[in-house]
C-alpha cells in the first residue's frame, strides 16, 4: 500500500478553514506536556486550527506554552481535572471541529472516568481516544459499540491488555491478531503501538498494514502523544481513517529515525521526533 501522494498539495488560492480543526481534551495538573506535544504535532501535521480543551486552573500555563494553540478553559474536578460539568462546554465547542482527540493526560481520576464515558458516545465527529481515553473505556468496553462516528484507538500493548483482559506477552506475541480481531468486533481502525506497529481496519476491507519506521529510541514518554497529533492532523485535512493512521504511524517513525542520527537512541525524547516532523513529511513529496 503506497503511502506517497496521501497528504495532497496544497493550492496557492487557499486558507487555514481549508485544512481542517482538531479539537483535542486532554491535560491535566501535572500530565500538561502529554496534551501540549499532541497539539502541536496536530499543528505540525497540517491542521488548519487546533483548539485544546483543558481544565481551567492550566489555561494560562498553556496559553503561555502554545503560542499557535487555541486553549478553551473547562470546568474541573478538585484534583485538577475535566469535571462532569464540562460536558455540554465540550460538545458545544465541537460543533466547530472537524477532528476530536480525546485522551491525552487526562488522568485517571473517576470523575474524568465518567465524562469520558458519557461523552465519547455522543460525539459525531471523526475521533482518535488515545492514553486515559482508552482507560476509561477498558473498565466497559460495551461503550465502544455504542459509538456514533468513525474512530481511531491507539493503544499501546499495556492499554491493549486492559480493553481485551489479556497479558501483555500475549499481545506482544500475537500482535496483528489482536489489532484486526478488535477492529473487527468494534468497528474501529486499530493502531496497535510497539516495534512494528500495526494499523488494522474493519472486516469489510481485510486491510492491516505493518510500519517498518522507527528504532527503540522512540521508546520514551511523549512518543505516542506526538503520534496521536499527527493522526487527528491528517484527519483534519480529509484522509479516511485508516489512510490517516498508516501515514501518521510511517511520518511519526521516520521522525524518530531522523532524530536519532543526530541525536542517538538513548538520548531521544518526544521533543526531538516533533522538531523532525516537518523533514519527515517534506520526504513525502
Known sequence: MRIKGLLKKRKSDTHKGDYGHVYILGGSRGLTGAASLCATASLRSGAGLV?????????LAMEAKLTEVMTHPLPETPDGTLSLKA??????????????????????????????????????KVMVLDADALNAVSYNTSILKKMKCEYIVTPHPGEMSRLIKKSVDYIRKNKENVAKRFANHYNAVVVLKGARTVVAEKKSRERSYINKSGNPGMATAGSGDVLTGVIGGFLAQGLKAFDAARLAVYVHGLAGDIASREKGEISLIAGDMLEKLPEAIKSLD
Open 87 to 124: 460536558k455540554k462546554w465540550i460538545l458545544n465547542k465541537i460543533d466547530d471541529a472537524d477532528v476530536v482527540i480525546v485522551g491525552p493526560g487526562l488522568s485517571c481520576n473517576p470523575e474524568t472516568r465518567r465524562l469520558i464515558c458519557g461523552l465519547i458516545t455522543d460525539i459525531k
Open 51 to 59: 483548539t485544546l480543551g483543558i481544565p481551567s486552573s492550566l489555561n
